[in-house]
């Protein structure tokens, strides 16, 4: 029964410590866009940068390597 005296307190605490980063999540704007990262991997190009210039010119493609 004496285990509830540190119990109580200590789920109070874990409970405001909670609320605090969940509130701190919301202030910084971390659930603004769900959807945005989702579309951003489907989108995604497959080829380095510099491979554009290199092998798109002379018309032949250049798989990545795997």
Known sequence: ??????L???????VFA???VFWMSVRGGQF???EGPGFRV????????GDA???DAAGEEKLPPL
């Open 8 to 14: 109580i307190p200590l789920s109070v605490v874990l």
């Open 53 to 55: 210039a290199k092998g």
């Open 32 to 34: 603004d866009d769900l």
């Open 42 to 49: 489907l989108m995604d190009d497959d080829r380095p940068k």
């Open 18 to 20: 909670i609320a605090v």
């Open 1 to 6: 029964m004496e285990i509830l005296y540190l």
